[in-house]
């Protein structure tokens, strides 16, 4: 099946300094991923769109200039948390829709923590 | 707007009894509904999905969900648990060809020996 991939797993930081999350299709092709985070015992949250080619798209309180997402490539998003702070310490979750045949695929999560 | 509500935070079954999670949605027209779930420390997986063609639909593990327009509901079963089954259980709804994934809150499922 089609394979989702995040990059770090985890990763621990300072308050203040910036994190990148990577998300990347492995074996097929996606216009468009979208980024989520989880706090712990929570549902999952769309914070926003992330399409090839152009801007993201978010979603309704998500800070744009806080969470910076790059779609550089069909297989490759990036999610950049700038001047992170402890609050923003969550699960982030992308996932990607294949071009070929419209599924939508997870990746494993990130699990940020800022102290 | 589009909405799922997941009625139990919390399901605990005995091995090899059914299991029932319950869901209902909100849409002002058919929606795409799904049901994800999600093993600690593992990514999320496709439990199965409708988009409008037959009411019932089966997924993997036995898993299967019965769309009821006339209840606005789309609840989870499965006819015997197995141990392997505890984890978290997600109810999604997708407004239409968007490919946004709604979330409901989630339901544990606890199997018991």
């Known amino acids: 099946g089609a394979v989702v991939s995040q990059h770090p797993s985890w990763v621990i930081c300072k308050s203040g300094t910036s994190v990148k999350i990577e998300c990347r299709s492995l074996?097929?092709?996606?216009?468009?991923m979208f980024w989520y985070r989880q706090f712990p015992k929570q549902s999952l949250m769309l914070m926003a769109t992330?399409?090839?080619?152009?801007?993201?798209?978010?979603e309704q309180g998500v800070e744009k200039d806080k969470f910076l997402i790059n779609h550089a490539s069909l297989t490759l998003s990036t999610l950049t948390v700038t001047s992170a702070h402890p609050e923003d310490s969550s699960f982030y979750i992308c996932?990607?829709?294949?071009?070929?045949?419209?599924?939508?695929?997870f990746g494993p999560g990130t699990r940020l923590t800022v102290l | 707007a589009q909405s799922v509500t997941q009625l139990d935070s919390h399901v605990s079954v005995s091995e090899g009894t059914p299991v029932l999670l319950r869901c209902n949605y909100s849409?002002?027209?058919?929606?795409?509904l799904f049901w994800y779930v999600q093993h600690p420390n593992k990514g999320l997986q496709l439990l199965l999905k409708?988009?409008?063609?037959?009411?019932l639909v089966k997924g993997i593990n036995g898993f299967e969900a019965e769309f009821k327009k006339s209840e606005t509901s789309f609840h989870l079963t499965k006819p015997s648990a197995h141990m392997s089954d505890a984890a978290e259980y997600f109810c999604?709804?997708?407004?239409?060809?968007?490919?946004?994934?709604?979330f409901g809150q989630g339901t544990t499922l606890q199997v018991k020996p």
């Open positions: 996932s990607a829709i294949s071009l070929l045949d419209y599924e939508q695929f």
């Open positions: 074996d097929f092709q996606a216009t468009t």
């Open positions: 992330s399409n090839e080619g152009s801007k993201a798209t978010y």
């Open positions: 849409s002002s027209y058919s929606p795409s």
């Open positions: 409708y988009t409008s063609a037959a009411t």
């Open positions: 999604v709804v997708s407004p239409f060809n968007t490919g946004k994934l709604i």
